[in-house]
């Protein structure tokens, strides 16, 4: 397998190993949450139906319809304990809520009037926790249409019960006034639902657009609009004393790749040339595309010695290396410190001065120009001659 094609794989499976992490995140959270909403919800259901049992005009609802509630609370809780499927559950829940909420408002056609009231109001806000569940296991339309659904109904069939026994329906204000507060709040929650929705996609459209305005499309390194924000970063380093060096780096007669073996080749070398530069660097070390065949190493924090050693073992590295169809390639590094009055054009023009002295002296070297703070002036060092 081509080296290229171990790096396209690595990073696809880094990705899906990161997509992955944080789904079982997600779904861990959620099943907390639940047993935590299944713990106080069965309390309260025990609860109301030891106070409802022991009297004479006990709803049937509570009496009857509420163990029912507690039985699939208590499958719910040992689901969810058992890690099976988590949308196994949520459905199920669901959906016995749902015939609990049509259950209680047909129950409120059959019952005395007087208890309408109490019956509905109790099946609204059963509607209310069911909707919010609804949001959270549907997508928004298909929550929406179920939520509306159920509130249409359950709206609906009391007001023609009324009509139909021909009761006086301005006595039934008490209802309408649930009900009313009820739609107000399933309407915020579906608006709710869709802002949340459109945030997200929104967010993830702005960074993908960041992100394909700070990434080169070939290498997939960072480009000289994101290296320049890092090199400001080190700067602000070095005047906190914490140094830093940067790495030019230019493959050498690359020109002659592409005229002899065409773009596509060269464009291999150089997706491979960033995967083994990245496998060198450290931790906290960039890399980036400079521009053509250049590269741009920013290495904050680091001394003189080791980021001369490691210039030197990217040369070697490199030319050491077999590209595609066994290509071989050197290149030349400009090595550079920075000083706590340089800026970033600064910077890069000693980095420049020294990758051109490297390919003046022969190429397939390292050429170091440190920084003389008291002169302002350079002078070139040649680290490593051609072998």
């Known amino acids: 397998m081509q080296p290229q094609n171990q790096e396209r794989r690595q990073s696809s499976n880094l990705l899906a190993s990161r997509t992955w992490s944080a789904v079982a995140t997600s779904e861990a959270l959620r099943r907390r949450v639940y047993l935590w909403a299944i713990v106080l919800g069965s309390v309260i259901l025990i609860v109301t139906w030891l106070m409802q049992f022991r009297r004479p005009n006990a709803s049937l609802y509570v009496l009857f319809g509420q163990p029912v509630i507690l039985l699939q609370s208590l499958w719910a809780a040992w689901w969810l304990l058992r890690g099976k499927p988590l949308i196994v559950a949520e459905r199920v829940v669901f959906v016995v809520n749902a015939l609990a909420v049509l259950g209680q408002t047909l129950l ?7 208890q309408i009231i109490g019956l509905t ?4 806000w059963t509607l209310v926790a ?6 959270l296991i549907f997508s928004n339309r298909q929550a929406l249409i179920f939520s509306a659904s159920l509130f249409a109904l359950s709206v609906a069939l009391p007001w023609g019960t009324l009509m139909f026994r021909g009761d006086t329906l301005s006595a039934y204000t008490e209802l309408a006034r649930v009900q009313v507060t009820c739609g107000v709040i399933l309407a915020l929650l579906s608006g709710l639902a869709w802002y949340r929705e459109s945030f997200t996609v929104e967010r993830g459209q702005r960074l993908s657009l960041e ?4 990434t080169d499309p070939l290498t997939g390194l960072p480009n000289r609009r994101a290296l320049y924000r890092e090199i400001e970063e080190v700067l602000d380093g070095e005047r906190q ?5 940067f790495i030019l780096l230019d493959i050498d007669h690359f020109k002659r790749v592409n005229d002899t073996y065409g773009h596509n080749v060269g464009d291999e070398v150089l997706i491979q040339l960033a995967a083994l530069i990245r496998a060198e660097l450290r931790e906290g070390d960039m890399v980036g595309r400079w521009g053509g065949e250049e590269f741009l190493i920013i290495l904050p924090g680091l001394s003189a010695e ?4 490691l210039a030197e073992r990217l040369r070697l590295c490199i030319e050491q ?3 595609r169809n066994g290509q071989g390639v050197t290149a030349s590094l400009g090595v550079t410190s920075c000083a706590a009055s340089d800026d970033s054009k600064r910077c890069i023009a000693r980095a420049d001065r020294a990758l051109y002295a490297a390919k003046t002296a022969g190429r397939n070297r390292v050429v170091f120009m440190p920084e003389d703070e008291g002169r302002g002036d350079t002078q070139d060092v040649v680290l490593t001659k051609p072998v």
């Open 211 to 214: 992100r394909l305005a700070h």
């Open 130 to 135: 069911l909707s919010i569940l609804s949001f």
């Open 108 to 114: 409120a056609m059959l019952t005395d009037p007087r």
């Open 306 to 309: 080791p980021a001369e050693h």
């Open 321 to 323: 290396q077999a590209f």
């Open 241 to 245: 004393d914490m140094g830093g060096y």
């Open 121 to 124: 109001s109790s099946a609204y």
